[in-house]
């Protein structure tokens, strides 16, 4: 697990990135895959996203990963989300705690934004197109429309 320089420092703020490295898939998928979009075998998945919510500290119960349709498509995610919805988004947010939001990522980038204030993070799933389509600026503006002071802003690209 890769831990952010720039927001390791809120105590408050448990994230990583991660790669392929640790995970229980093989063959073709050997790696950490937490993709359930892919072919690889259901119950690898699974146990690969134990894996990464142990290392931060989450319950896997509590982590939000998306349906990644490369867009500028965000949620906001609130105390009534249903965890087993899946959302065709790019980008979560939330105020909530206890809440992990994960992206998945391969040759695209995962961004997380943090007001230090206001303690709001979103995880952002950037490919060119999401990029292209101003997935990061929509999400920065909206904190900015939630009371958010640019100065307060933290952005660590995984």
């Known amino acids: 697990m890769i831990i952010s320089q720039n927001l390791k420092k809120f105590k408050n703020l448990k994230h990583g990135f991660f790669n392929r490295n640790g995970g229980l898939s093989s063959g073709l998928y050997k790696s950490l895959n937490c993709g359930f979009g892919s072919y690889d075998n259901k119950k690898n998945i699974q146990k690969n996203i134990k894996i990464v919510c142990k290392k931060i500290g989450c319950s ?28 065709k988004s790019d980008a979560s947010i939330t105020n909530v705690k206890n809440i992990a939001l994960g992206v998945l990522t391969a040759d695209c ?33 909206f904190f900015l429309k939630k009371g958010s002071d640019k100065k307060n802003l933290y952005v660590s690209i995984g």
Do not use: M, R
């Open 60 to 87: 896997n119960k509590k982590l939000v990963l998306l349906h990644q349709i490369h867009s500028n498509k965000f949620i906001v995610i609130n105390n009534k989300y249903n965890f087993k919805k899946k959302i």
């Open 109 to 141: 980038v995962p961004i997380l934004i943090y007001d230090k204030q206001l303690k709001i993070i979103s995880a952002v799933h950037a490919g060119w197109k999401g990029a292209y389509k101003g997935i990061v600026p929509k999400v920065i503006n």
